[in-house]
């Protein structure tokens, strides 16, 4: 092949945009985003500020009545369709002593964005802790540096000042021989 067939290939390839399928869940609120909602492919919920946060374990009902299976956080594992209406007419017929039952197990089963909220609030507390343990390590740290300086200026402020040292550029023991030589000399 050719530097430049290869080249436009790769271009093509590089070229081609992935674009993620964005749905809301049964609640109407939480938006959620995959490349497909296929088994085997990531899902994410996309918060308010666009942050996406993989979607925790569990059952979640679409807005169109399918349902999203994860087993492994923040990837598909089934997607079941809505079941037919007729079929949950028959239910409805049968266990109507059964709503409330049922009416309280929906509210006791946390909707998919309350899960995701706690999750993102308890990571976020869980940050401030370690950051709170960090700061007060970092002050005991601190003190201990700060009475180290303390003593240091201590020794400093107690130790005398030394005597200046005067250099003398006439050295005694040159001058006596000069005097020798001198006495030598005329005498």
């Known amino acids: 092949m050719k530097n430049s067939t290869l080249l436009e290939k790769i271009k093509a390839m590089l070229s081609n945009e992935i ?31 666009e942050q996406k946060i993989a979607v925790p374990v569990g059952e979640y009902e ?36 059964e709503m409330p039952k049922e009416e309280e197990m929906s509210e006791a089963v946390a909707t998919p964005k309350k ?17 709170k343990e960090e700061n007060e390590m970092l002050k005991a740290e601190l003190a201990k540096i700060t009475k180290v300086d303390e003593v240091a200026t201590e020794a400093t402020e107690l130790s005398e000042i030394p005597a200046p040292i005067s250099f003398n550029p006439e050295n005694e023991s040159a001058v006596t021989h000069v005097r020798l030589f001198f006495f030598r000399y005329f005498a």
């Open 115 to 131: 899960t995701i909220e706690s999750i993102v609030k308890e990571t976020f507390f869980s940050e401030i802790e370690r950051l």
């Open 62 to 97: 679409l807005e169109d009545g399918r349902i999203l299976v994860i087993v492994e956080e923040g990837i598909i594992s089934e997607v079941k369709e809505k079941e037919e209406e007729v079929e949950e007419e028959v239910k409805e017929e049968e266990t109507t002593e």
């Open 19 to 49: 674009k993620l399928e964005q749905m809301l869940m049964g609640d109407g609120v939480t938006k959620i985003e995959a490349e497909t909602f296929e088994a085997g492919k990531e899902v994410f919920v996309v918060t308010e500020d």
